[in-house]
DNA sequence: CTGAAAGCGCTTACAG
DNA sequence: CTGAAAGCGCTTACAG
């Protein structure tokens, strides 16, 4: 069906022309009579002629491939988050002519990436998430490979696009200062994805702006199993706290769980409310107020932000994309 | 640090040697002295040295990619299955100097797969699921890209790895009968799903092995929504159905939350089981009986049989993997 | 055991 | 506007 073999020689050949005309019509760079152009197109229409992006790339030292460094460990490899920008990421990348390479890193091992850096693989990455001290990051910084990291950073170096997680966290916990909720619990995990340390700060903000903060609110990060979770719900209920705030929606899938364990009505004993509402929360009933982040554009806009950086256009340092708080039956309405 | 753009040329150079002769040192392919190799061997060691495998390639006609086409419909990105595969996928890969460069397709929408194909941007490629009717599988077929599909199929030209759905169902529903429990209902979700219907045999081949079919198994396919289990459970209720089998955890999570909303105590008033046991189900309450897939071997067995068709080997047509059935508290043992 | 040379399929100064 | 030629960094018959 496709003359899947043709090269470019074999067009000039066909046509009696050169190799550079074909190389022109194909590009679009370089002077050439419109007759010419028209008649290589036309050939190469009419046989379905597709380049060699591998001799290309050769010739111009790139290989339209993004590399994408996701996290290997066992726990956050379930998280859709990922899969969700990947979309995004693929959609755009795709849209440009270039592919997307993954890469899975874990903590102690980041060998993935190197040898796609080091085999000249890729011409640029997306970091999916941004650690406290992040190993992935380091070595794209000093390989001098170009990068954009999906989430937030100290280091002004590298250019990042996130969404405005602390002033969600701000709002959320605002809205529920509004309802007169006053003894609210955050919970969350890992301390030293930057992204929790964030959403802490946009929590404090907004007993900051109220001054409200008469030492009722507590936190308890670095949460990650259930029984941990158990735990702290258990002394929760005991100081009577009003609401807990969850970082992400596979915590709340647990605290819930807990509740139901222990007969606690939701909204009516405690108030719930989440980070991302994805399918783990999706369909849970109450129907749990939560933030909802649009993760696929978050890909989009990473991967735009490389692609242009691989075009050699200034990029800005650091892009804040929107959120939504929704209210939902998890926690009580006044009025 | 490293010495990025050293070539094979620039060795030959310095060691006063021909490119031959570093090329063959590096490849291990032809004859060449002791002494010379460990000269070139040395000399790379010391300077970092790493080939250019886009070159490589180019003069091989090969990519060292593989693709992976991974679903890009909405509601199935966010199944944790296809992360865990990549898992396996990606660690094969990388250990035999192989990429994985992914594709996300739609039910009308393979533009990512086709790209990768006419590019030459893959050597081979890996199908994460099967349907009825795959458009990517026969697009593969007709372009004669090696594949190996993770899934199942009736035509037997394609390259199955697959776990043993069938057997797993039907063991898994053997036992309930064991237990006593005679009326059952069978839930899954799309029917195009290769896998969908593998299970539904296995559920009736307990039956038949057992000769109880009394009409009062009942199946439901093509359930994709809350809305609709909310129904069928009800419709279930009426019927005095002990125990309701879902066919993934998605939907498990939608049963539980009806039956939750209707305070319907499980086991104590109706079982459940369910297929998979990802984190959208761990730590639920009760635990929940299902059967366990080891999905990162899966996608670690797919790869392994790719790379050895590609390697010229031949492979076997059909790979059954395991499964185990774990009975939980969500089901009732007897004794 | 080693090397000169052609080739993989493209791009791109340089001339005309 | 068009082309001959060199080059991207490797591999691989073919000779020696």
Same mark, same amino acid.
């Given at each position: ?67 994408? /460094? ?7 490899? @379930?998280?859709? $988050?990922? %899969? ?5 990421? #693929? *959609? ?102 930057? /992204? ?7 929590? @404090?903000?907004? $007993?900051? %702006? ?5 030492? #009722? *609110? ?118």
């Amino acid at each position: 069906m496709d003359d899947k073999n043709l090269t470019i020689g074999d067009i000039a050949q066909e046509l009696g022309v050169s190799k550079t005309t074909v190389s022109r019509a194909i590009s679009g760079k370089g002077r050439i009579g419109e007759q010419t152009r028209k008649k290589v197109l036309d050939y190469i229409e009419e046989h379905h002629y597709s380049p060699n992006v591998i001799a290309k790339g050769l010739a111009q030292n790139k290989t339209f491939n993004l590399g994408m /460094v996701l996290p290997g460990d066992y726990n956050v490899v @379930e998280l859709p $988050f990922f %899969q969700k920008c990947m979309l995004g990421v #693929s *959609r755009t990348a795709s849209a440009h002519g270039y592919d997307v390479l993954i890469s899975m890193v874990t903590a102690d091992n980041i060998s993935q990436l190197e040898r796609a850096v080091t085999n000249r693989k890729i011409d640029g990455a997306i970091l999916t998430r941004t650690l406290a001290d992040d190993a992935p990051m380091k070595y794209l910084i000093e390989s001098d490979v170009p990068f954009v990291a999906m989430g937030s950073t100290d280091d002004d170096r590298v250019v990042q696009v996130d969404n405005d997680h602390r002033s969600a966290c701000r709002e959320l916990t605002d809205k529920l200062l509004a309802h007169g909720i006053r003894n609210i619990a955050l919970i969350g995990s890992d301390e030293t994805h930057i /992204v929790t340390s964030n959403r802490l700060r946009g929590f @404090e903000d907004a $007993f900051m %702006q109220r001054k409200e903060w008469d030492g #009722s *609110r507590q936190t308890f990060l670095n949460v990650s199993d259930g029984g941990r979770v158990d735990e702290i719900v258990e002394r929760l209920l005991e100081k009577k706290t009003e609401c807990i705030v969850c970082m992400d929606d596979f915590l709340c899938g647990c605290v819930l769980n807990t509740l139901q364990q222990k007969q606690i009505a939701v909204p009516a004993q405690i108030q719930i409310a989440s980070f991302y509402d994805s399918t783990v929360l999706a369909n849970r009933i109450p129907s749990i107020t939560s933030i909802r982040f649009d993760v696929e554009e978050l890909g989009t806009k990473a991967c735009e932000t490389l692609l242009r950086m691989l075009d050699g256009e200034e990029v800005e340092r650091r892009t804040l994309l929107g959120y939504e708080v929704r209210m939902r039956k998890s926690t009580r309405e006044i009025g």
